[in-house]
């Protein structure tokens, strides 16, 4: 393994290895073939997962597995190299099914599912969305009432049917099914119930009605199907009652008093899934890009005067502005989905650490996904005609992953979510804060924006590549103002030449306040940045000056200090909407002072 594949593997190295030697079975490649057929394949190739311990990675040691969560999400998005369909009917077994039972449930629904669950030989499905409520799932209608020592599922209409669920129409014999919990006569909020959809022989259970979804754009190895419930009865125990229990006798207990906070952590369980859509994502996105790229190498097109030989496509710039870009992004989703990864295997079972990683989640589940569905296509256009072939996968694909920009969370619904975090985070940091602390988180967040803009600007000092300096560009031709050097006697002057500030004895003072002043002279030198007109370090300098003047001035000063922030601010903003513009400020004094 070379140095750069094994950085790229990252921590779950051994896992991608395993999925590579995986993948190379023939009996994995993708394939087409009729509907059954597609579903048929798709099943046996679980077992093959389950069979080759893959399965095992995401559960506890206790119950057959090795309680690798990273390995286990890092596998699944090795299986989007292959069949995709493979992928999703894993996800829902193993992630979804698996994963609700694992952490919805307690020990006596794992003792009595899990290692079934692992083995596949209890097919299962998530029974979530209806047709009438997919993203608001607080507003679920299917109903789980406790009555009699039992829990009776009911739907009740077509509104409210279990929709486009996974392993519902073929192969499920058990979902864990999302429902209102009604207990005396009181609604206590969406819990979660295994419910067996199937008899042994494969038909569905009493009150069960099962549809199939029918053929589907793409990911036509998975079954997907519609359930109803009319009146089903499960017993009390088939409560996944890790957020909330029902007695005997009807009493409902939770360790989560606030309905609302409840909820939500219980959905902050299964944020797995949704980690796993973004990695299989990137996964395909991969697989696009490496048959463009390699094509571009060999891909040869037009000749240029003085040649023979007709030049290959990645040579033209215009291929390459379709492509590098796409396959830079794709490489800063695979480091982002890396990290994203790492924290929630080491923190998923602290709740307070595992919040903030859900909306990282939600954020690169939509980049991701959005970032695939564009790749893929512009990859299919790069290669032409060939690129429309389906031995040549984009149509695949297409058809396969278009789909991940809505399940796990519509992309849409999700950067809502990720904003909410963000200005609730934003409202606790400045819940607490006066007039003062609100200047100078102001000024300190103008100070940082304007630094991290400069040094993602600044040219690399020649010494950290061995090379020759660089050539300047035009921005940095422009006219610098320089360290200002002892003029010596005036005898050593030129006739006329006027004396610099410093060596007069001038002390500007800045209108801030009485906590700034100017640096004072030096042994008759003055120093001044080297600074080109329109440069960034005036506005770092008076953002500062903002903060001093707003410690150490009283509340004339402070406010004043404000006004005086407002312009360095509105300068960051520009600077970040237009990095390329020099923008001029050569009527404000550029004036340095002391840290």
């Excluded at 020990?107 to 209806?130: K, W």
């Excluded at 997919?134 to 299917?142: I, K, Q």
């Excluded at 033209?316 to 924290?343: I, S």
């Excluded at 959005?370 to 256009?381: G, L, M, P, V």
Aim: proline share 6%; glycine share 10%; charged share 25%.
């Amino acid at each position: 393994m070379t140095e750069l594949q094994a950085h790229l593997d990252g921590r779950w190295a051994a896992v991608r290895n395993t999925a590579r030697e995986l993948l190379d079975d023939p009996r994995l490649v993708p394939s087409l073939g009729s509907l059954e057929e597609q579903r048929a394949r798709t099943f046996d190739r679980l077992r093959m997962l389950a069979e080759a311990g893959v399965s095992r990675l995401g559960f506890p040691k206790e119950y057959g597995g090795l309680d690798d969560l990273g390995g286990s999400i890092t596998g699944f998005e090795m299986l989007a190299l292959g069949d995709l369909s493979l992928l999703v009917k894993a996800g829902v077994q193993f992630g979804l099914f698996g994963g609700a039972i694992l952490h919805l449930g307690t020990e006596r629904h794992h003792e009595a599912y899990l290692a079934d669950v692992i083995s596949v030989a209890l097919p299962g499905c998530f029974a979530m969305t209806e047709t009438g409520h997919g993203s608001d799932v607080a507003a679920l209608r299917t109903t789980a009432t406790y009555e009699d020592g039992v829990f009776v599922i009911e739907t009740p209409d077509d509104d409210a049917r279990k929709d486009y669920i996974g392993n519902a129409a073929r192969d499920g014999r058990a979902a864990v099914v999302f429902a209102q919990l009604i207990t005396a006569g009181e609604q206590q909020g969406v819990h979660a119930f295994v419910v067996p959809i199937r008899d042994s022989d494969g038909s569905p259970a009493d009150g069960v009605r099962i549809e199939d979804c029918g053929p589907k754009a793409g990911l036509n190895g998975v079954d997907n199907g519609r359930l109803w419930f009319d009146g089903v009865r499960i017993p009390r125990e088939n409560l996944l009652n890790g957020y909330g229990d029902v007695a005997a006798d009807g009493t409902y207990s939770t360790p989560i008093e606030n309905p609302t906070r409840r909820f939500f952590t219980m959905l902050g369980t299964l944020i797995q899934g949704r980690v796993s859509v973004a990695g299989g994502a990137g996964s395909a996105t991969k697989v696009a890009l490496a048959i463009a790229v390699r094509y571009a190498e060999v891909r040869r097109q037009f000749t240029a005067p003085g040649r023979d030989a007709e030049i290959v496509l990645l040579d033209y710039l215009a291929h390459q502005r379709r492509l590098l870009p796409a396959l830079a992004r794709t490489y800063a989703l695979h480091f982002a989905q890396g990290e994203l990864v790492g924290a929630l295997h080491d923190d998923f079972a602290d709740e307070e650490r595992r919040r903030p990683l859900e909306a990282r989640a939600a954020a690169i589940k939509a980049a991701a996904t959005w970032h695939a569905t564009a790749t893929i296509q512009t990859c299919r256009e790069a290669c032409g005609g060939a690129g429309y072939l389906t031995e040549n996968q984009f149509a695949r694909l297409k058809a396969d992953t278009d789909v991940f920009t809505t399940f796990e969370g519509d992309n849409t619904v999700l950067l809502q979510l990720v904003g909410k975090e963000l200005l609730t985070a934003y409202r606790s940091q400045f819940g607490e804060l006066d007039w003062l602390g609100t200047i100078r988180f102001v000024a300190e967040q103008t100070v940082d924006t304007v630094v991290e803009h400069t040094a993602a600007h600044r040219r690399e000092a020649p010494a950290r590549h061995g090379g020759p300096p660089p050539a300047p560009s035009r921005r940095q031709r422009r006219p610098v103002r320089h360290v200002q050097r002892d003029p010596g006697p005036p005898a050593a002057r030129r006739p006329g030449a006027r004396r610099p500030a410093a060596a007069r004895g001038v002390r500007r003072r800045h209108r801030l306040g009485a906590g700034v002043r100017p640096t004072p002279a030096r042994g008759g030198v003055r120093p001044v940045r080297a600074v080109r007109r329109g440069g960034r370090p005036g506005v770092v300098h008076r953002a500062r000056a903002a903060v001093d003047a707003a410690q150490q001035g009283g509340d004339r000063h402070g406010r004043r200090a404000v006004r005086r922030a407002a312009p360095a601010r509105d300068d960051a903003d520009r600077r970040l909407r237009h990095p390329g513009r020099v923008h001029h400020r050569a009527d404000r004094p550029n004036v340095e002072f002391d840290p």
